[in-house]
């Protein structure tokens, strides 16, 4: 044989696995594939068993791949959008992001009920024994703690003032408490409304013995839990706890979010600082300093609050929907990740 036509035998037997594999290549390939996804062994173990070199191993892989012998699923359930979730992460430069698909009325309704108990998912995956959870009041933490099942032992603390002292009971001292029952630690309501008409009363509560017991853990907090709403009716507590007037004081600061009785303009920068003042929340500084802050937020009105909040750099991790996400990567890049934790009001 000569040198061509030893060429041209070597070109078919080598062309040969490429257009199809024979019984005892099928047979092969698959039982190293079974050693090497399902078993977890390694290919050089692989190679000692069958006696070839790993190289070889690699290649009989790579070729059950392409050939289809063998596929690789992905699978999240079906309310999980890890696509999604994803590209909002690193858009963001957040820590964690987790996109849940919209539900049919997604548009109307604020704060999908869903998000809740994703949300809660996330919370029983991220708190530790021994940490301090604060929640924050907003329907969507509410939703949360309701759907909460499992919890490391921890202390839990209310980080804001209530919506309406007469709801205590079945909105944010609830979930308090709902969440130290579920963990089996120690629970620090805080019994007094989150706006007040002034500075002064607002500083008085403040020093009341339960009131202070509480704040005295706002510094320890690991983990916090808020809402996000955008700045009209409906869609924002704090919106609809003033009168006329201040709500026209702020819109004309450029409030676009609140968070915590914390106001934001659309670029992520607070305005409205003397709000503050009235109201029993956690500081800005304080939330800032919290090592994991997880905003619970989405629908198709609160993206732009969401995408104000993200940018104040105030939040590390967001549980949001397919239809916030859409508006959220449809926008102008970051010029700042959230990670980065850098004073907006510096920039």
Known sequence: ?????????????????????????????????????????????????????????????????????????????????AERSDALRARYGLRHAVVVESPAEADESPDPENLGAVAADLLGELVAEGDVLGLAWGRSTIHMAAALDRLPPCTVVQLTGVYDAGTAARGSVEAVRRAAQVSGGEAHPIYAPMLLPDAATADALRHQTGIARAFEYFDKVTVACVSIGSWEPGISTVHDMLGDDDRAHYATLG???????????????????????RCITVEADRLRRIPE???????????????????SGLVTSLVTDTVAADFLMAGKPLPHPALDRADPDAA
């Open 255 to 277: 409030a676009a979010a609140e968070m915590s009785a914390h106001l934001f303009d659309a670029q992520g920068r607070r305005v409205g600082r003397d709000l503050g003042e």
């Open 1 to 81: 044989m000569n040198s061509s036509e030893e060429n041209a035998v070597s070109g078919m037997s080598a062309g040969r696995p490429t257009l199809r594999m024979g019984p005892a290549e099928l047979v092969q390939a698959a039982a190293m594939a079974r050693r090497f996804y399902l078993e977890g062994k390694s290919k050089i173990q692989i190679a000692e068993e069958f006696g070839v070199s790993r190289f070889k191993v690699a290649r009989v892989l790579e070729t059950a791949l392409e050939r289809d012998l063998v596929r690789i699923e992905i699978r999240v359930p079906a309310e999980l959008d």
């Open 293 to 311: 802050v997880i905003a619970i937020a989405g629908g198709h009105r609160k993206a732009p609050a969401i995408d104000a909040v993200l940018r």
